[in-house]
């Protein structure tokens, strides 16, 4: 039973165009959602999240937002660029149990020039 | 700053055989996990510790024994290797209360059980 689930394996982006990465989401007792950039050989890290009491929460060229009622969150990137070819997971976790952590299987996003 | 520390990078192992996959984090971060990257799968929970002495099942335990005697280490031991635990092992450590600033996560290790 995949709670989490990001149903595009990959997405191939124009440099400088938005990103647009999508994940769903089954369990209601989710409080906090996260996402994650993972390069080849090294270890996920933490790009933004968002709480479920917000729809929306922007850091720099990144926005994430969140639709509780649809369980669905997206996360875009404006502008894209080169730096930005990695996998993206998707996370959530209930504040209490915050410590399990939930992955998505992961988008493959590339940017093209 | 060396954050979340995993050894080895790379492991082979012949079934049947045991080791441990070492963790070690200098953040005084409460919260310790360990996950496993399948290819199309995500990374899936194994076991996890909220403190010194505490720790708990996730969502794939069978097959593996966690310890936490101090605050810095988790290690994560593989009892009787099998096939099915090739995979790619993280490490990861949160404060308690921070999970709106996500966990910080070692660079892994290849584990390849033939």
């Known amino acids: 039973d995949q709670q989490v689930k990001q149903n595009s394996p990959s997405l191939s982006v124009q440099e400088g165009r938005i990103s647009i990465l999508n994940c769903d989401y089954t369990?209601?007792?989710?409080?906090?959602f996260l996402w994650y950039k993972k390069y080849p050989a090294e270890g996920p890290t933490f790009l933004i999240s968002i709480s479920s009491i917000k729809d929306k929460n922007e850091d720099g060229r990144f926005t994430v937002f969140l639709n509780k009622s649809a369980k669905h969150l997206s996360l875009h990137i404006v502008p894209s660029q080169p730096g930005d070819s990695a996998v993206y997971f998707c996370?959530?976790?209930?504040?209490?149990?915050?410590?399990?952590?939930?992955f998505g299987q992961g988008t493959r996003l590339t940017i093209n020039p | 700053n060396a954050g979340v520390t995993q050894t080895p990078k790379f492991q082979v192992l012949k079934t049947g055989q045991s080791m441990t996959l070492q963790c070690a984090q200098d953040?005084?971060?409460?919260?310790m996990s360990w996950y496993r990257q399948d290819p199309g799968m995500g990374l899936r929970l194994i076991h996890y510790?909220?403190?010194?002495?505490?720790?708990d099942q996730g969502e794939v335990p069978n097959g593996y024994n966690v310890s936490r005697s101090t605050t810095e280490d988790f290690p994560l031991r593989l009892l009787s290797a099998a096939p099915s635990q090739t995979s790619v092992y993280f490490c990861a450590s949160s404060y308690s209360g921070g999970v709106s600033y996500g966990y910080t996560f070692g660079s892994g290790t290849r584990l390849t059980v033939v």
């Open positions: 510790s909220v403190g010194a002495g505490i720790t």
């Open positions: 369990n209601s007792m989710f409080d906090y």
């Open positions: 953040m005084n971060h409460e919260y």
């Open positions: 996370a959530a976790t209930p504040i209490q149990g915050a410590q399990k952590l939930v």
